[in-house]
């Protein structure tokens, strides 16, 4: 049977049997009061069973709770052990989270190139997030010299997903001919696909450019 069609007292008994599915399960009904009383404790009891017998979610949801002090004590560096587990074994997510500890230097020795490393890792999978951090590494030159043709290349790929900040940022990259040919239309085309999100510096930088391009 599957494990969400269990009942509670089928999925515990699965769960007390070792089955690392059932315990990230467990742990999150308990962490999202799923049919149980909310109880941060018990979800980071059942993550961390599942964690220690190599479940990637397990990892990944104890590194979360370490993060945050849900049920356990804020901790910075167990957080991060924990997202390095997980995104050793491919979490793009966990691999986002690390690629950010390291930029930061929390929980871990600050270490741009290994944050680059992550970022990329995550990126390679397709986590938006990450390539749009990466534009921002590039274009400000975080750990790396400013590189504008690097971080257009970034930011493009979070545009093109519908980053609305990433959209703003290529409509600025195309106003002043940064990383990407100068090219007014374009600029207008991406500071408007970030206004009809919702941007409201876009929607402002919007006015000037069509009244520049008037």
């Known amino acids: 049977m599957n494990i969400y069609d269990m009942d509670f007292i089928q999925l515990l008994a699965e769960a007390n049997a070792g089955d690392t599915a059932a315990q990230v399960f467990l742990g999150v009904k308990y962490a999202e009061g799923l049919g149980v009383p909310l109880n941060y404790t018990e979800a980071v009891k059942w993550y961390k069973k599942a964690a220690e017998r190599g479940s990637s ?35 793009m997510v966990a691999q986002y989270n690390l690629g950010v500890f390291y930029g930061e230097g929390r929980g871990v020795p600050q270490d741009y190139a290994e944050s680059i490393r992550w970022y990329k890792k995550a990126a390679g999978q397709g986590y938006i997030d990450a390539h749009f951090n990466l534009g921002l ?78």
């Open 57 to 91: 979610e397990g990892q990944f949801n104890l590194a979360i709770m370490h993060e945050k002090g849900l049920g356990i004590p804020k901790d910075s560096t167990e957080a991060s052990r924990w997202y390095k587990k997980a995104a050793e074994q491919g979490n």
């Open 137 to 214: 590494v590039y274009g400000k030159g975080i750990g790396v010299p400013v590189d504008y043709h690097e971080a257009a290349k970034w930011f493009l790929i979070a545009a093109e997903h519908g980053n609305a900040d990433a959209q703003l940022i290529m409509s600025a990259l195309y106003s002043n001919g940064e990383g990407v040919p100068k090219n007014s239309s374009e600029a207008i085309r991406w500071c408007k696909k970030s206004a009809d999100q919702g941007n409201a510096e876009a929607k402002y930088n919007l006015v000037i450019l069509l009244r520049g391009n008037s």
